[in-house]
């Protein structure tokens, strides 16, 4: 599904999301307090967005390495790595989120924006996260969620239900990718639920920020120091 909708996946999130998801990456890249010298681990990066806003925030990332399954994400990731000029700083790489192809301890920051709900075990990557950050590292998440105030929450899921799909089939010409965009978001247990996933895969100090009202949630959690 994810490499049949990789062509049109940045177009849609940027018409979907009215541009916001910029916003929302630039965000999570604050929240990790980049000096300039960390190596960061981006999770499920698809065509990059994150990876790339990791390497240009100020101050970025030293070296990103994004990890995704969808080979067809990851050459469009490629390709606007390259031509960002980002070659030498983002390594993109196939790989499974519950079982990456990297060192235990070799990352200061990790990150996922958009792609944990994706993962079959979710506990499994988060224990995979706790495993590749280096002790005293942190974690960035970004996901969405369900606005918990009332008449929003039922005006969003309507939009999410009825609309959103019917966009998404129109430019993307896949019938089931933004079907299954409402459906994974519903099942994907937000707020505190999620973080007693990371705390049970090791992470402390766990928090989480509501952005757009609840439409996305930034969860931050660090790895306890030796």
Known sequence: MFDAIARRYDTLNHLLSAGLDRRWRRRAVSALRLTGEERLLDM???????????????????????????????????RKVAEAGLGSRIHLVRGDATRMPVPADSFECATVGFGIRNVADPLEACREFHRAVRPGGRLAVLEFGTPTAPGLRQAYRWYFRHVLP????LVSRHDAAYSYLPASVSDFP??????????????EDVTFDRLAFGIVYLYLAGKKRD
């Open 44 to 78: 499920c990066t698809g065509t990059a967005d994150l990876a790339i806003a990791a390497a240009t925030a100020g101050p970025p990332a030293r070296r990103v390495v994004g990890v995704d399954f969808s080979a067809e994400m990851l050459a469009i990731g490629r």
């Open 166 to 169: 019917r966009i998404g089939r």
């Open 190 to 203: 937000s707020g505190d639920a999620f973080v007693a996933i990371l705390r049970q895969a090791g992470f």
